[in-house]
C-alpha cells in the first residue's frame, strides 16, 4: 500500500454510538479522514473496497471478532496497521492480538489523549516501514538494472573479444601466413621453369619446405584455438601418461634430457589424455626451442589441497634462459610470440584453455636466467 496524504482511519466497534464518538473525537483532535464500521465482516468488506492507513478495532464482536479481522486484513495488506479496543477483562485476548502483529491495544473506557499518541505512533511506524519497502524496491530494481547492463556490457564485451580474436586471426593469416605462402609459390614456380633439372628441383623443394610446413603448423593451431573443446575424459593414471610424455618428446628431441621426480605412483586423473597431452607438449616444444633444443626438462609431480578438493600437480621446469617478468603477463594471450616467424602465438592459449576445461588451472613461475617453470593442477580422479 501506499500511506495517504491525509491518513484514513476505520473505526470497528458493535457499539455504534461509541463508533461515532471516536470518529468525533479524532476528527477534532487531529487530522485524520475517519470511517466506521460495525462488524468484523463489513469492516472487511471496506477495506477491501477502499485505503485505509489504520484500524482501530474491538476485539469482541458479533460475526468477526477482532482476533479474526486482525488475521483477515495482515493477511490482505500487511502494511495496515491494527490498533485494538479491549475491556478488563480482555486483556489476555488483547496480548494474543499483539501475538498476531498488532500495533497496540487500548483499554475500554478509551482516553483520548492515550489512543491519539497511540494512533500517532501506529501511523509513524507504517510511514518508516513503507519508505524502508520503497528503498529496498528501488535498489532491489536498480540491483536488476545494474545487473542487466552488466550483463549487456559483458555480452557486448565477449562480442568486441569475438571480434578482436577474429581480426586478430586475420592480421595473423596475412602477417604470418603471406610470407610463407608467397615462399612456396615461388619455389613451386621455379621447379615449373626448371624444365626438368632434377638436382635443381630437389633443392628448391627441399628449400620450400619449412615454408610449407610453418603454413600448416599455422593453420593447425588456428583451427585447434577456434574449434569448441569437447573432453573425452576418462581415469588417467598419472605415472603412465608421463612416461608417454616423456618417451614420445625424448624421441622427437633426443638432445633433450627429461627428469621425472615427485610422486606419481597411485595417482589418477579424470582427463581426456590426448588433449592434455596436447597441452603439456605445448610447454615442452616451448621449452625446446628456448632452449635450442638442448638442455634439461624436469617434471615433478605432486598434489596439493585446494577448495578441499585434492589436485594432481604438474611442474614442467626447463634449463632455457627463463621469461622475464614484463612478458610473463602476456604469454597466455593469443597470437602473443617471442619466437618471430617460429611460432604462431597461440600453444600455451591453447595449453591454458585445455587445462581450464578439465577444471584446473595453468600459470606460470618464472624469471629471466632462472628457468621457465608452467605448473598445471588437474582435480584428481
Known amino acids: 500500500m501506499q500511506q495517504t496524504a491525509t491518513p484514513r482511519v476505520l473505526i470497528v466497534d458493535d457499539e455504534e454510538d461509541l463508533c461515532q464518538y471516536l470518529k468525533l473525537m479524532i476528527s477534532k483532535k487531529a487530522n485524520y479522514e475517519v ?43 500487511p502494511d495496515i496497521e491494527v490498533i485494538m479496543l479491549t475491556g ?47 528503498v529496498l524496491e528501488r535498489v ?10 552488466l550483463d549487456q556490457q559483458a555480452a557486448d564485451l565477449a562480442r568486441k573479444e569475438r571480434l578482436a580474436i577474429t581480426g586478430a586471426v586475420a592480421a595473423t593469416l596475412t ?34 619446405l619449412p615454408s610449407a610446413q610453418r603454413v600448416q603448423q599455422i593453420l593447425r593451431d588456428i583451427v585447434r584455438f577456434s574449434e569448441q573443446s569437447k573432453l573425452n575424459a576418462h581415469p588417467v593414471n598419472v605415472a603412465a601418461f608421463v612416461q608417454r610424455m616423456v618417451e614420445y618428446h625424448g624421441e622427437r628431441h633426443p638432445d633433450l634430457k627429461f627428469v621425472v621426480s615427485g610422486q606419481t605412483e597411485g595417482l589418477e586423473i579424470s582427463a581426456d589424455e590426448d588433449k592434455l597431452a596436447s597441452a603439456l607438449a605445448s610447454i615442452v616444444e616451448n621449452a625446446s626451442d628456448a632452449m635450442g633444443n638442448r638442455g634439461e626438462i624436469g617434471i615433478d609431480v605432486s598434489t596439493e589441497k585446494s577448495g578441499g578438493e585434492s589436485r594432481v600437480v604438474f611442474r614442467l621446469r626447463d634449463s632455457g634462459p627463463g621469461i622475464p ?6 604469454v597466455f594471450l593469443p597470437f602473443f610470440t617471442t619466437k618471430g616467424s617460429k611460432g604462431s602465438g597461440l600453444g600455451l592459449t591453447i595449453a591454458r584453455r585445455i587445462v581450464e576445461d578439465h577444471h584446473g588451472e595453468l600459470r606460470i613461475e618464472s624469471s629471466a636466467d632462472k628457468g621457465a617453470c608452467f605448473v598445471a593442477s588437474i582435480p584428481a580422479a
Request: hydrophobic share 45%; aromatic share 4%.
Open 325 to 330: 617478468a614484463d612478458q610473463a603477463d602476456k
Open 175 to 208: 602477417s604470418e601466413l603471406m610470407a610463407p605462402v608467397d615462399e612456396v609459390v615461388a619455389k613451386l614456380a621455379a621447379i615449373h621453369e626448371s624444365k626438368g633439372d632434377a638436382a635443381g628441383m630437389a633443392s628448391l623443394a627441399t628449400a620450400a
Open 88 to 134: 478488563k477483562s480482555s486483556l489476555e485476548t488483547a496480548v494474543q492480538a499483539l501475538q498476531h502483529n498488532a500495533f497496540d491495544y487500548i483499554e475500554k473506557p478509551v482516553e483520548s489523549r492515550k489512543l491519539l499518541v497511540a494512533m500517532g505512533n501506529a501511523l509513524g511506524k507504517q510511514r518508516l516501514n513503507l519508505e524502508l519497502k520503497a
Open 35 to 77: 470511517d466506521i464500521a460495525t462488524d468484523g465482516a463489513a469492516a472487511f468488506e471496506k477495506i477491501k473496497g477502499e485505503r485505509f492507513n489504520l484500524v482501530i478495532s474491538d476485539i469482541n464482536m458479533p460475526k468477526m471478532n477482532g482476533i479474526e479481522l486482525l488475521n483477515n486484513i495482515k493477511n490482505y495488506d
Open 140 to 149: 532491489s530494481r536498480e540491483r536488476k538494472e545494474l545487473k542487466a547492463k
